[in-house]
C-alpha cells in the first residue's frame, strides 16, 4: 500500500471510530468487545506469527534491550524536568507518564509489521515485550507517587505477568529456540486474526477518545506530544545508531517509539488518581501528531 494512502488509511479508522461511538454504534459494552478481540486474540497472533519463525539470536538482542531502556529512561528523565513544575498532582502525574509510555501494541507493532515485514515486526515484539514489563510498572508506581493514590500497587502489578501478549511472545520465542514448526491451517487462520490487529486497534483508540479542549491545557498537550512523538522516536534513532544496529531495526525502533501514547494510560489515570480529562486529551493529539511524524521518518528512513 502506498505510504500516503496507508496514512489516509489509519486517520480514516480513527475517524470511524471516533464517529461509531459519537452516534451509539461502538457504545462502551461493543467498544469492550472490541478491545478485547485486540488484546486476547488479535495482537497476540500477530507477535506469534512476528517471532516463532525468526531465529532467536535475530530477536532477543541484548543491543536492542539496552537501546529500549536508554530510550524510556531518558525520556522519563526529561517528562520530570518538563512537567514537575505543574502544581496540580493528578494533571502532573498523567502529562508524566503520557510523555513516555509508548501504544507499543495496538499501534506500533501492526504499523511495523504492515509497513516494513516480519523480520521488523519480530524485533518490535522484544520492544513491546520488554517495554510493557518495564513502562507499565514504572507507570502504575509514578502515578501512585505523584498522586498520592491509595490503590493496591500489587493488584495493579499482577496484572503484567498474566498479560496476553506478553505470553504470545513468550510462547513465539520457545517455538524460535525449539525450531518447532506450526501446520500451514494453523498459520492461516492466525495469520487472519494477525491481519486485524492494525484495524481494529485503530478503531479501539477512536472509541476511547473524548474530544475537549480547554485552553488551559494546551501547554500541556504540547509538552507531552513534543516529548512523545517528537524527540522520542528522535532519540530512538539516535541511540540505535551509535549502538551500531542494523538499519532494519532502526526503523522498527523509530516507528515503535513514535507511536503515540498508549489508550491504557487513560484506564491508569482513572484507577490511580490521574487527570482522566487531560487523558484522554494527550492521546487523541499524540495519535493524530504521530500520524504526521511517522509520515515524516517514513520518508527519512525507508
Not at 25 to 36: F, G, H, P, S
Not at 242 to 266: D, E, H, K, R
Request: glycine letters at 10%; proline letters at 4%; hydrophobic letters at 55%.
Amino acid at each position: 500500500m502506498d505510504l500516503f494512502v496507508r496514512v489516509l488509511y489509519m486517520l480514516g479508522l480513527l475517524g470511524v471510530g471516533i464517529a461509531a461511538r459519537s452516534v451509539g454504534v461502538l457504545d462502551e459494552q461493543r467498544a469492550d468487545w472490541l478491545n478485547r478481540f485486540a488484546f486476547y486474540a488479535a495482537l497476540p497472533a500477530l507477535i506469534f506469527l512476528s517471532t516463532y519463525a525468526e531465529p532467536l539470536a535475530e530477536i532477543l538482542s541484548p543491543t536492542v534491550v539496552l537501546g529500549l531502556w536508554v530510550v524510556l529512561f531518558v525520556t522519563v528523565g526529561l517528562s520530570w524536568l518538563v512537567h514537575r513544575r505543574n502544581d496540580t498532582p493528578a494533571a502532573r502525574g498523567v502529562a508524566m507518564v503520557q510523555s513516555y509510555h509508548s501504544n507499543f501494541g495496538y499501534f506500533g507493532l501492526p504499523l511495523v509489521a504492515a509497513t516494513l515485514g516480519s523480520a521488523a515486526a519480530a524485533k518490535a515484539s522484544l520492544i513491546l515485550g520488554v517495554g510493557a514489563l518495564t513502562q507499565v510498572p514504572l507507570t502504575i508506581v509514578i502515578l501512585l507517587r505523584v498522586t498520592g493514590s491509595d490503590a493496591a500497587i500489587a493488584d495493579e502489578l499482577r496484572g503484567v505477568v498474566t498479560n496476553p501478549v506478553l505470553v504470545a511472545l513468550v510462547i513465539g520465542l520457545v517455538f524460535s529456540w525449539q525450531g518447532f514448526g506450526v501446520p500451514a491451517p494453523a498459520t492461516d487462520g492466525l495469520g487472519v486474526l494477525a491481519e486485524l490487529a492494525l484495524p481494529i486497534a485503530l478503531l479501539c483508540v477512536g472509541a476511547s477518545m473524548e474530544l475537549a479542549f480547554p485552553r488551559e491545557d494546551l501547554g500541556t498537550v504540547g509538552s507531552v506530544v513534543g516529548l512523545k512523538v517528537v524527540l522520542m522516536p528522535a532519540l530512538a534513532w539516535l541511540t540505535f545508531t551509535l549502538l551500531g544496529v542494523s538499519n532494519l531495526t532502526i526503523q522498527a525502533s523509530v516507528l515503535m517509539f513514535g507511536a503515540p501514547t498508549a489508550v491504557s494510560t487513560y484506564i491508569y489515570a482513572g484507577e490511580l488518581g490521574g487527570d482522566r480529562r487531560i487523558a484522554s486529551l494527550n492521546i487523541f493529539v499524540t495519535t493524530v501528531v504521530s500520524i504526521v511524524t511517522l509520515l515524516g521518518a517514513f520518508e527519512v528512513l525507508l
